[in-house]
C-alpha cells in the first residue's frame, strides 16, 4: 500500500477465484522499489527515509486465515 508503509502478501486457489490468505507485512515507512526473487523466495526493498536495504524471505511469514 502506497501510504500503508506496508506489502501485501497474496495467494489465490488455482482458479483464481478465491483467496487462499492474504497477509499484510509491516514496514514502518515507504518503500521506493522492490525486487522480488522467486527462485529464493526472496523480497528485496530499497526504502524511502533511511539508507537502508530491507529483505524479506517469505519461508520466514506466518501466514494467517
Known sequence: SLSGESIYHIRFNSTYE???FI???HIG???RDMEFYSDLGLI???LENSPAIASIFLDDITYVD
Request: glycine residues 8%; without cysteine.
Open 29 to 31: 515507512e515507504g518503500i
Open 23 to 25: 497477509n499484510r507485512i
Open 44 to 46: 528485496i526493498l530499497t
Open 18 to 20: 478465491n483467496l487462499d
